[in-house]
């Protein structure tokens, strides 16, 4: 499984929710490409980007912070937030991001991003967002009523990277993660799946691995990486199956 350490940008600085509330933000370093470098220089395979900002105005807003990111590393990005057109999303793509996760758009016109993604196979994820196994968009500040797994379902066989799942009820809370509707997604899709929202200790990291073998690829974590609950060493070991065992 991959570790994906997660930088949410907010007004150019690195920051996490409570629940996926603006007005709920903490910030935890004022230099995104210093945090991504040190992620890197952990062993992290991977970094997961947000632009928050851009999630509410439905447009690319910390651009200057992810232009820093991308020249500080020499891993792959994943980037969400704010991509509610194609336009946004190849732009993103010519710019070096790896992977963009379209999330609103994905909802919206279905049909669309499908096509998207059989365009460019392996370089689009469809981000759901889910509340109560409904899907949540608009930076989670509006509710749908379709079901999380329809959904998911849609974009099977279409050549998407990756669906990201994130449970908004924990995401941030350090409540735990909820690996058994991460896994029950898994369960009833090909495609596979990265488990996001509320991952606390290693234990959860540790569940999920067990899970695994269900259609679950990665893990993004942010809060517990930046409180210190989680070591990245650790975790990466963890994830790899190379943990030493306790005594």
């Given at each position: 499984?991959?570790?994906y350490p997660a930088i949410d940008l907010k007004d150019?600085?690195?920051?996490?929710?409570?629940?996926?509330?603006?007005?709920?933000?903490?910030v935890f370093n004022n230099d995104p490409a210093a945090q991504a470098r040190s992620f890197q220089d952990a062993g992290c395979r991977w970094l997961h980007l947000v632009d928050l900002n851009?999630?509410?105005?439905?447009?690319?807003?910390?651009?200057?912070?992810?232009?820093?990111?991308?020249?500080?590393?020499?891993?792959?990005?994943?980037l969400g937030g704010g991509i509610r057109?194609?336009?946004?999303?190849?732009?993103?793509?010519?710019?070096?991001?790896?992977?963009?996760?379209?999330?609103?758009?994905?909802?919206?016109?279905?049909?669309?991003?499908?096509?998207?993604?059989?365009?460019?196979?392996?370089?689009?994820?469809?981000?759901i967002d889910g509340r109560d196994g409904r899907v949540a968009v608009e930076g989670w500040v509006e509710q749908s009523d379709r079901p999380v797994i329809d959904l998911a379902r849609h974009f099977e066989g279409a050549g998407a990277g990756a669906i990201i799942y994130t449970d908004i009820d924990r995401d941030g809370a350090m409540q735990g993660h909820n690996v058994a509707a991460t896994a029950a997604l898994a369960d009833g899709l090909t495609t596979p799946v990265i488990a996001s929202g509320g991952v606390t200790d290693l234990d959860?990291?540790?569940?999920?691995?067990?899970?695994?073998?269900?259609?679950?690829?990665?893990?993004?974590?942010?809060?517990?990486?930046?409180?210190?609950?989680?070591?990245?060493?650790?975790?990466?070991?963890?994830?790899?199956?190379?943990?030493?065992?306790p005594c």
């Open positions: 499984m991959n570790l150019g600085d690195c920051v996490r929710l409570l629940r996926g509330e603006m007005t709920a933000a903490t851009g999630a509410i105005e439905g447009r690319p807003v910390n651009g200057e912070a992810v232009a820093a990111i991308l020249a500080a590393l020499s891993i792959p990005v994943q057109d194609e336009a946004t999303a190849l732009a993103w793509l010519e710019a070096g991001v790896t992977r963009v996760i379209i999330g609103t758009l994905a909802l919206r016109q279905p049909d669309l991003v499908a096509d998207l993604c059989r365009r460019h196979p392996g370089r689009i994820a469809i981000g959860d990291l540790r569940a999920l691995r067990a899970a695994s073998g269900r259609g679950i690829e990665g893990v993004i974590v942010g809060r517990a990486l930046y409180d210190g609950a989680i070591d990245a060493a650790a975790a990466l070991a963890l994830l790899a199956g190379t943990e030493t065992p």
